[in-house]
DNA sequence: GTGAAAGCGCTAACAT
DNA sequence: ATGTTAGCGCTTTCAC
């Protein structure tokens, strides 16, 4: 016997005030103009009654649902935390609700519960959507901003993300012209990962400017990972790869690598150092204190639900918007 | 121009697959027994136009909305992440949708934005709703569970959380028992949370247990938060407070206070000796690694959620779920 | 086993 | 400035 709970509906309201329901309707919409002393009325009325509108109804008849979708692959990882405060806050300020779905990959059944059905707009998280189901919203013309990662090829829907390679570029940079480090190892992210290869891309560069070599035998997986990581950086130990300073892609596989470098009896720096990418709270605190790249991971989150809601409520957003990182020095890369 | 785009309805379906529109909701529900032959073209004609039911005409004609709140003051602490990865895990295995509502206490626009009018039971965090609305609910029937306090008085509400006092009590009498320590300061959580007060209670019967003086100067306020704790515990070595261990209600406090006390050019353990509550991820990185005691957070954020659904479908829930903790420890209590 | 029809509570024309 | 009315898309009696 569930469901009913929505006592007092707009009739009780109109009925108590002496006016129409349509009258109460606009009252709460603002849709209209309301002579001052009817305005009081139904005001009266709906605070005496305690009366709140019906979701439901109103989304049926009017086709908005006032609430924004946001799709995560998985809630895991420092990263997420600021994100969802940015997301949430931002979308209660716009007077949305905020529904949010993390199904992982796997389970998919039949359709994704977030959608036109249930949402005004989506902010997309990364790749926890396929392109083909992008695809489709967009030509559907259903609201969609991306949240770091950029389109599918031919797609314009709006993007906000953080300036991965520039951000990467300018650490390896600093690395090697401040530092003096030559042979840098790299330890990629989660496969596919949008950020990823652009960090990547960011530490090739870095290097060819500065004319090293590319050494495919320093790029390893770290998979944005605490344990994979530290696998990675175990087994190239134990297999006696050089290295002067790991990058890893973000400050959870930094940590990984941490570990396995002190697990290997070694020291950070003075043996490998070590630098990350994101500014997680936890980096400061590590020993010794991670070197890393800053993000707004925060006020992106903020930026894409404002994209959205200019998307939903006026047609149009900006196709790309770009934060600039930040150089974090701490210990973790050797002392000046 | 926004709203609308629930493109293809339950009508098109029917009309597809030559059947009315009550055989396909019934078809969709499970509802009632259905001839094998009509349903596989129902089941054609809905892949085929790729059909999704709309939730808002689902709600308003059925009275559910298939979605879970919850309800938080503010996404901040360690603690949010596993809490809320238990909670979206657990609604989406049950089936529902979860809306999530951060509103700080301040801005309170008459009436909250989540409950019976958006979904079908909600999970309330600690005090983020005020007693007054928790009456209100529960005396209409609304579901709610609450996690991480207990009920306001009389009120027969399911609650969830942690062994707090126990696991608090367990701590210090180690402390004592293990570590020979008897100065013993304790920092407060949040002003009136009920995790905190339940420790501090654990505190002060561990002291009385062992004949130790309680002493009001050894009590300090952290506010579950790194700062204040920080601030307090600064305060406390400037007026040559003397202490050999303090108990931090919470780990973030935990951290303010290590903060403290290396700004003051003491040692942790070796001068003061610090302990937290609730294992956060980064406790075990701290240097020294953080004692404190294992909080199931995530576990919890299950339970509840599966408390809630039960309540919600059959009426009735555990009165309480109560989940052990366990005593982590590691170096900032001393070394054994 | 299936169809017809009556709403669920609200908004948005269209009148007045 | 306000009332009337026709749905929004779905579930659910009630007939057949």
Not at 293 to 305: G, H
Request: glycine content about 10%; aromatic content about 6%.
């Amino acid at each position: 016997m569930p469901g009913k709970f929505q006592g007092v509906t707009i009739e009780d309201v109109a009925r108590h005030a002496g006016v129409s329901t349509a009258t109460v309707s606009r009252f709460l919409n603002h849709s209209d103009k309301i002579a001052p002393l009817t305005a009081a009325r139904i005001q009266h009325a709906v605070s005496e009654l305690g009366y709140q509108p019906g979701m439901a109804a109103r989304v049926l008849a009017g086709g908005k649902t006032h609430a924004l979708g946001l799709v995560v692959d998985e809630i895991k990882g420092e990263f997420f935390n600021p994100m969802l405060r940015g997301i949430s806050a931002a979308a209660g300020e716009a007077g949305y609700e905020l529904l949010i779905n993390a199904t992982a990959p796997g389970r998919r059944p039949a359709g994704f519960p977030l959608g036109e059905k249930n949402t005004d707009g989506l902010i997309v998280f990364t790749d926890s959507l396929p392109d083909k189901e992008l695809r489709r919203m967009h030509q559907a013309g259903f609201p969609c901003v991306l949240l770091h990662r950029s389109a599918p090829a031919g797609l314009a829907m709006p993007c906000v993300t953080v300036e991965n390679k520039r951000g990467a570029r300018d650490m390896v940079d600093y690395l090697i012209e401040q530092r003096g480090y030559r042979r840098i190892a790299f330890l990629r992210g989660a496969e596919g990962h949008e950020d990823s290869s652009w960090r990547e891309r960011g530490y090739r560069e870095a290097l060819e400017s500065h004319g090293l070599p590319y050494d495919e035998k320093l790029i390893g997986n770290g998979f944005f990972d605490e344990q994979q990581a530290r696998e990675t950086v175990t087994g190239w130990i134990r297999r006696g790869l050089k290295m002067e300073v790991i990058f890893a892609a973000d400050d959870d596989s930094a940590i990984g690598a941490m570990l396995a470098v002190k697990e290997a009896g070694l020291r950070v720096p003075q043996d490998i150092a070590i630098v990350g990418f994101d500014d997680i709270r936890l980096a400061r605190y590590l020993s010794p204190p991670l070197t890393t790249v800053r993000a707004p991971i925060e006020k992106a989150a903020r930026l894409a639900v404002e994209q959205l809601v200019r998307l939903i409520e006026t047609g149009s957003a900006d196709p790309l918007t770009l934060l600039p990182t930040e150089l974090i020095i701490r210990e973790s890369c050797g002392f000046a």
